[in-house]
């Protein structure tokens, strides 16, 4: 079965940078885009952007370029998902989710399998 | 910017149907996609290609777009459809817009 396994927690302080992983099994890696989304305590979902794990390319939202980075490891099936000078308005549970094919420069499929998320806490 | 409104909240008594909506410009003209999160929990698509169910999605769940609106529907609400609900399409420079979600009170 298809399953997105991501760390449970990371606490962070503000200004550093988080490297969120997030290991894929039950289906070819290659073959499907991720799609990163965080969500804020009692807020709704806030996509950052997709990766292609086959040629490695990525499209990140506007509001995240120049901090965000989504990369992955073929070999260990994982994709990462990189947030770089941390505020603590960056405190939120990041998802990573398998897109339903690939995503285009303009539209993506919708993402049929989810990570459990992994909680970011940016605090001093 | 492009955006996708859904109501903050709705409301259905056991049995009801409960209709939960997203509205955006030309959106008829591009795909809607739903999901829906319960509390502590990851979202869960429910509907893909405007009217479609994953397997293991409950007939109850539909969904229909027109104009500038995209609907789900859930037919005979049940108290474990109280979740919240999330819609999806893309913007004119987004890959991705999601709405900004729906709380489902089954009353």
């Known amino acids: 079965q298809v399953q997105l396994v991501q760390p449970g927690a990371e606490v962070k302080k503000p200004g550093a940078s988080v490297k969120v992983s997030c290991e894929a099994s039950?289906?070819?890696?290659?073959?499907?885009?991720i799609n990163w989304v965080r969500q804020a305590k009692g807020q709704g979902l806030e996509w950052m952007g997709w990766m292609n794990p086959d040629s490695g390319n990525a499209g990140y939202a506007q509001k995240f370029q120049g901090r965000v980075t989504m990369t992955r490891n073929t070999s260990m099936r994982t994709a990462y998902m990189e947030l770089s000078s941390l505020t603590s308005e960056d405190t939120a549970v990041y998802y990573c989710?398998?897109?339903?094919?690939?995503?285009?420069?303009?539209?993506?499929?919708?993402?049929?399998?989810w990570g459990q998320g992994t909680l970011v806490t940016v605090s001093s | 910017s492009y955006e996708l409104t859904q109501p903050s909240s709705v409301s259905v008594f056991p049995g009801q149907t409960a209709t939960i909506t997203c509205s955006g410009e030309k959106l008829g003209e591009k795909l809607a996609y739903w999901y829906q999160q319960k509390p502590g929990q990851s979202p869960v698509l429910v509907i893909f290609q405007d009217n479609m169910r994953p397997s293991g999605i409950p007939e109850r769940f539909s969904a229909s777009i027109s104009g500038n609106t995209a609907t789900l529907t859930i037919s005979g609400t049940q108290a474990m459809d109280e979740a919240d609900y999330y819609c999806q399409t893309w913007g004119s420079s987004t890959a991705v817009l999601l709405g900004g979600g729906t709380k489902l009170t089954v009353l």
């Open positions: 039950g289906y070819t890696f290659n073959t499907y885009d």
């Open positions: 989710a398998r897109v339903w094919g690939r995503c285009g420069r303009t539209s993506c499929p919708p993402s049929d399998f």
